[in-house]
């Protein structure tokens, strides 16, 4: 898998999701794996064209207030999975760093429930789509390490996460946006120094990615179906 392959996937236009794309980058299945930007401004008509994708299970990394302001909207019949990838503003005072450098080995740190039950989810064999708030950080985070999983080498894997950029109209900047207590901040492109500090945090504390995932609930039969879901 070569980053001109990875680039050559397609983002899709469903109204109001951003960065909504299949994350599968060759290792898994197409129509398994997907990747968005939060669910809450889906038209009628991006209802339906949802549903076409198939998805069964959407697992929300946000914050219980990022939900309460921001409720997704999905079709019938899909599984709704919430669970905060960072330390949730309604039952912790622990803050979030600013500093996109800080951010991601943080995230390493407080979100390896959120990164077990991903892999919980798909292991599962149903269609899965993972998403935050912007799309870019939690779930950039949470996308890497199941396709690593996988076996997609970490230049691929860096290539796919880059990608949010262009998805995000961040390869030309910082945008600004308002945060679920009404704060005015500003999206920030990713980097893949970033996401790399954040797999070597992980894999450092625990020796590897697979115990680090193992010590926050994942078993190892799901470790091991993941390998078992690429194109057939």
Known sequence: ?????????????????????????????????????????????GLRRFAELGIRTVLDLRSTPEVAQYPDRLPDGVDYLHLPMLPDPATTDRLWPEDQAALYPFMAETGGIALAAAVRALATGAPLLVHCAVGKDRTGLTIAVLQTLAGLPLDAVTADFLRSNAGLGLDRGPVPYTDAAGVERLSRPVEAAHLHAALDHATTRHGSLTAYLRDHGATDPDLATLRTLGPA
């Open 1 to 45: 898998m070569t980053e001109t392959e990875i680039a050559a996937a397609p983002f899709l236009d469903i109204p109001d999701v951003p960065n909504l794309r299949d994350a599968g980058a060759g290792v898994y299945r197409p129509g398994l794996l997907y990747r968005s930007a939060t669910l809450n401004h889906l038209t009628d008509e």
